[in-house]
């Protein structure tokens, strides 16, 4: 327990970190640092863009697979870490 | 005797038959045109007819008549079988976050640790990579000018020489409505005047022709609509009452109202609550049958004004302070700031307890608001507006021509614009630009300011009438972005649509308006 609340909080306390997320693998967030009604958006949205963007890979080359998702915004970056089981959601404001 | 008898030449045959006839029935007389004494004669009949009325009988006359034939035709009808089904959104039940202790902890800790490393060198490379510098996408069609999209008008309002005197936009970005009224009237009166919406979605939208009207008995003052229900508008009149009005019924609209004295100014939040010119700032809440009750009551007076600012007059007794505008912060429900007639907005809260000393009758007992008073501007204080994007600004503009911008930190303005010599009427924060904001001046024009290109002069200026007379009020769009709706004294609303400039955000705006509220003197 105490091994998960500290690598989110090593994650979440990096320069620039708006909000950290961890969401299962039926699109259900399990551990947030935002609140509840932005975070429900933010996991099943990108629960979708991240299947998505692994089908892509997958149909170009079979024997490639997705390791990492990063969206850049007007406002900030979006990283996905994807997995069997879980998806890493981290939001970042980047310095210009 | 038988040549005697031959006739004569033709033309005298009947007269020669005659002549025959009668020397025959003389027989055998001496000669023809003797005749002899004492003879038998027989003469022809004579008649003669009947007077008697019997004989004559009844005339009669034979006519008839007959009708036009009958025009026949055939044809059918049938009647329709009717289905009726109707349609109703829901609001979306939230969900929510699943419990942590139903998962399973040691596969996510083994699933954190493989990524960690992976994210915390992709925030670094993020955090010190230039690669995006300057880089911006054009996502939608550039609209370089602002151009009016409608003109709208009543013609009876305006015939009957009535100003616009509030805008409102409804939840749903669709209708706009506007309250008629005069704003010049010093005294009473009992001019009828209207409130009028249009919704600019339907096809057929009649620039003349609003699509639901309410006829008032008095003039409105102000006019807002509900923040969800997106057919309930709440209006303020000059009377002193508040009406609250559904305008999808199109018989009666009225839902509900009140009776007050004085002129308000209305600013619903789920609640009405209203402001006025006499000192009250009362919340009103809708019960049952058309009655607003009120919920809670405060009033302003002025011992009880925080001394955070040196206030010229020293008042004596209990004098009211009136209250000209209201705006709530969109970060705290319970707080609100009110712009008065001296010119300071003072900073007040929903949940303060101090007992008002005002002897003022009211059924609810009042208290008193106020936790902060700022610096004055020159003369009353017509409008205030508090940010979207930062929980300590706000705007307000006042018949000094005047804006100012002010953060709930400190007394004094952080900065302070001229923006016309005449009085400012309206000031409206942008809901999609953090650093931009519009006003509306006496001298007919919409001034949009855009803090981020200039500071002292505006960076468009639209001129809404053509002679001068003032623009009393303005609105953003909030769902429709690119929307701005001003009415004015000629009692029109114009629609503009914003270049996109406007529009969008940039990208460091929000850190530029943090940067702005940080400049609070020490």
New interface residues.
């Given amino acids: 327990m105490t091994d998960v609340e500290e690598t989110l909080k090593r994650i979440q306390s990096h320069k620039g970190v708006i909000g950290t997320m961890v969401v299962n693998a039926e699109g259900i967030p399990i551990r947030t640092t935002l609140d509840n009604s932005t975070t429900v958006q933010y996991a099943g949205l990108l629960h979708h863009l991240t299947m998505k963007a692994k089908s892509t890979v997958r149909d170009i080359d079979p024997q490639n697979d997705l390791t990492f998702l990063r969206i850049r915004s007007k406002k900030h970056e979006i990283m996905v870490a994807p997995d069997k089981e879980y998806l890493l959601i981290v939001i970042q404001n980047p310095c210009e | 005797m038988a040549t005697r008898a031959q006739p004569g030449p033709l033309s005298q045959a009947g007269s020669a038959g005659v002549a025959a006839v009668a020397t025959v029935g003389v027989a055998s007389g001496p000669g023809p045109g003797r005749p002899g004494p004492l003879q038998d004669e027989t003469l022809g009949v004579a008649s003669v007819p009947s007077q008697w009325r019997a004989v004559q009988g009844i005339r009669g006359e034979t006519k008839s008549c007959q009708t036009a034939s009958i025009a026949t035709a055939n044809a059918s009808a049938q009647a329709r079988n009717h289905v009726d089904a109707q349609v109703q959104t829901e609001a979306p039940v939230?969900?929510?976050?699943?419990p942590?202790s139903q998962?399973d902890?040691p596969?996510?800790?083994a699933?954190?640790?493989?990524?960690?490393a992976?994210?915390?060198r992709?925030?670094?490379k993020?955090?010190q990579?230039?690669a995006?510098?300057g880089f911006e996408v054009n996502w939608t069609e550039q609209q370089q000018m602002v151009s009016c999209l409608y003109t709208l008008g009543y013609p009876p309002a305006q015939a009957q020489g009535l100003h616009v005197t509030s805008i409102s936009w409804n939840s749903t970005g669709s209708v706009v409505a506007c309250a008629y009224g005069r704003l010049d009237h010093g005294d009473w009166s009992t001019l009828k005047s209207f409130v009028c919406a249009w919704n600019l979605d339907r096809r057929d939208l009649r620039p003349q022709q609003p699509s639901a009207v309410v006829e008032v008995p008095s003039a409105v003052l102000c006019l807002a609509f509900h923040p969800t229900q997106p057919s309930h508008v709440a209006g303020g009149l000059y009377s002193g009452e508040v009406l609250v009005w559904d305008l999808s019924r199109l018989e009666d609209p009225l839902l509900w109202r009140t009776g007050l004295t004085d002129d308000t100014h209305t600013d619903p939040v789920s609640q009405v609550l209203s402001v006025a010119t006499d000192g009250k700032v009362l919340l009103w809440q809708g019960i049952g049958a058309g009655q607003l009750q009120l919920t809670e009551g405060f009033a302003l007076v002025m011992q009880q004004l925080p001394r955070s600012t040196k206030l010229k007059k020293h008042p004596h007794g209990e004098t009211e302070v009136g209250a000209t505008a209201v705006a709530f912060s969109s970060f705290d429900p319970r707080l609100f700031i009110l712009g008065t007639e001296g010119g300071f907005p003072l900073k007040c809260s929903l949940a303060a307890g101090e007992a008002a000393l005002t002897r003022m009758p009211s059924s609810v007992p009042l208290r008193a608001p106020a936790q902060f008073t700022f610096s004055p501007h020159g003369g009353p204080i017509y409008s205030v507006s508090c940010s979207p994007f930062h929980r300590n600004l706000f705007l307000s503009a006042g018949t000094d021509g005047h804006v100012h911008l002010y953060s709930m930190l400190q007394a004094p303005p952080l900065t302070s614009l001229q923006l016309s010599l005449k009085y400012l009427f309206a000031v409206r924060w942008s809901p999609v630009r953090p650093l931009v904001f519009a006003a509306a001046s006496g001298k007919g024009d919409v001034q949009l300011f855009d803090l981020q290109k200039s500071s002292q002069k505006p960076t468009v200026l639209i001129k809404q009438t053509q002679d001068e007379s003032p623009v009393y009020c303005l609105e953003f769009n909030s769902q429709q972005t690119q929307l701005l709706a001003a009415g004015d004294a000629q009692g029109t609303v114009k629609v503009w649509q914003l270049s996109t400039e406007f529009t969008e955000?940039?990208?460091?705006e929000?850190e530029d308006l943090d940067c702005l509220a940080a400049e609070v003197a020490t």
């Fill in positions: 939230p969900v929510s976050v699943q942590p998962y902890i596969r996510l800790a699933f954190l640790r493989r990524v960690e992976v994210v915390i992709e925030l670094n993020n955090w990579s230039h995006f510098d955000q940039g990208p460091r929000a």
